[in-house]
């Protein structure tokens, strides 16, 4: 299967010599993290020059939505009055990035191009690829010029990216992006039923991920990735994660669904079964 990489990905040295060469480019700064989901202190204290922040818990997920798990998405009218704020522009592509284990940037990725916006990338490596690449970073914050991008797709349940709901998860092959730990359920931190959806996989995010942070090369990929096609669909605690690995399967041609609510909104109901350790 042809490789499909850099229409997901960007490298760091790619984003430097655009940004050298004077070519526009709207760069996200999307850090998140499960125990620190407020990254404007991080921005603030050092960003990719001319990157503007972005709440993955504010602007990337509506938390007036109810029954929907943790991180429930955005309606397609506030994506695209966000994009604009953030300066998204017709015909300019987008860059996002994190400090954390691709888990901002790929959630960045999937509620915007799911929302039917072109040519929106994640800084494959992230924060840490661009230091590593000699790039500079600059203080304080950035504030665009307004941007004018129209979004096609007002729920994004049912938008350009493909999702699945917990009555249709039994015809998918699921893929369980949590840690191990989780999805045997020999913890929950976070949840208040440990455990998983029946039938899954375990191919935690991490795991797409080499010791650098940026995803694992296309022959390792495509090997981890063997057995799963299109009738895949992935899920984590709430949708964050799962959207990296959602991302590494998109990278080698996989156009694999999003459980959007996850594990979070599988327990909702009780009446859901739940397994535990390894298998099951």
């Excluded at 990489?5 to 490298?11: F, K, N």
């Excluded at 994009?83 to 999937?110: E, L, Q």
Aim: some cysteine; charged content about 20%.
């Amino acid at each position: 299967m042809e490789s499909t990489r850099a229409e997901v990905l960007i490298t760091a040295t790619e984003l430097a010599e655009r940004i050298g060469k004077g070519r526009p480019v709207t760069i996200l700064d999307v850090r998140w993290q499960l125990s620190e989901p407020d990254g404007l202190a991080a921005y603030r204290h050092g960003h990719i020059p001319g990157a503007v922040y972005v709440s993955l818990e504010d602007e990337l997920t509506d938390h007036a939505v109810t029954g929907r798990g943790r991180h429930p998405l955005p309606s397609g009218r506030s994506v695209e009055a966000a994009a604009r704020r953030w300066g998204i522009r017709r015909g300019v592509p987008v860059v996002a990035y994190d400090d954390w284990n691709r888990a901002g940037s790929a959630r960045a990725w999937w509620v915007l191009t799911a929302a039917g916006l072109d040519d929106v990338r994640i800084l494959d490596g992230g924060l840490a690829a661009w230091l590593a690449a000699g790039g500079p970073l600059e203080a304080g914050t950035v504030t665009p010029e307004p941007g004018d991008v129209t979004v096609p797709h007002s729920d994004l349940y049912a938008g350009a990216r493909r999702t699945l709901t917990a009555e249709q998860a039994a015809d998918f092959l699921l893929l369980d992006a949590r840690a191990p730990e989780r999805f045997r359920g020999d913890v929950e931190p976070v949840d208040p039923v440990a455990g998983h959806i029946p039938g899954a996989k375990n191919v935690a995010s991490t795991s797409v991920l080499g010791t650098d942070g940026t995803f694992l090369p296309d022959t390792q990929l495509r090997e981890l990735f063997a057995e799963y096609d299109a009738d895949t669909g992935v899920y984590c605690g709430s949708g964050v994660t799962a959207s990296v690995v959602v991302a590494a399967l998109a990278a080698t041609g996989v156009d694999a669904a999003l459980y959007p609510g996850s594990w979070s909104e599988w327990i909702l109901d009780p009446g859901r079964p739940v397994a535990r350790g390894e298998h099951g």
